[in-house]
């Protein structure tokens, strides 16, 4: 079962490297996926949060990177070095058939995304905060953590069920942080 599972990962993923290409995207996803352009927008949304919100605000982003730093340890720390599947790039059964679009070198193994699991887990934790009033901004949220995690499998550097594992994780930690949040500590952050 396992055997087919990773089968039909590696085809989808074959399928996508060779159907899904094109010059613009060929230069957005490796962009899309740098996290380091992502900055200013993290530091606009800490911004508007304490300043529309003060200390509420603050309590938010302090959710926000928790759940961020859950959703590392978790993937990164922990099923990486469990897992320790090969990255699609540095696989050589895979790595043949198609062409990255970023080096691949040393960048460690391939399961879970955590590109995923930390962009899903930190969307879902500030969209859960506004979802009753706003739920455009949990939209906002799935869409760019997920455009981001699938630019990772475009470049070639994850496969599809590493990104769909990471999304999972990033979710289900936000998602039990807000609910311990809203068991004992609702009342710091009623805006």
């Not at 740098?34 to 919100?53: A, T």
């Not at 759940?67 to 978790?74: D, H, K, N, P, V």
């Not at 594992?165 to 009342?187: D, E, Q, W």
Request: with cysteine; net charge positive; glycine share 4%.
């Amino acid at each position: 079962m396992i055997e087919y599972i990773i089968h039909l990962d590696q085809s989808m993923f074959l399928w996508i490297q060779s159907h899904c290409h094109s010059q613009f995207l060929d230069k957005i996803m490796p962009w899309l996926r740098e996290k380091s352009n992502w900055y200013p927008l993290y530091l606009f949304i800490v911004s508007v949060l304490i300043y529309k919100f003060r200390w509420t605000g603050f309590r938010m982003t302090l959710v926000a990177i928790i759940c961020f730093g859950l959703s590392e340890l978790l993937s990164s720390h922990t099923a990486k070095p469990l897992f320790k599947r090969l990255r699609p790039c540095a696989d050589p059964e895979i790595s043949t058939q198609f062409t990255p679009l970023v080096d691949c070198a040393n960048k460690g193994f391939s399961f879970t995304s955590s590109h995923a699991a930390n962009h899903f887990a930190v969307a879902i934790a500030l969209s859960l905060f506004f979802f009753r009033n706003k739920k455009w901004f949990f939209a906002i949220g799935i869409l760019w953590a997920g455009s981001i995690s699938l630019a990772q499998v475009y470049v070639g550097v994850h496969y599809p069920l590493d990104i769909a594992a990471g999304a999972c994780i990033g979710i289900s930690i936000s998602t039990l942080v807000h609910s311990i949040i809203n068991r004992y500590f609702a009342k710091y952050f009623i805006r």
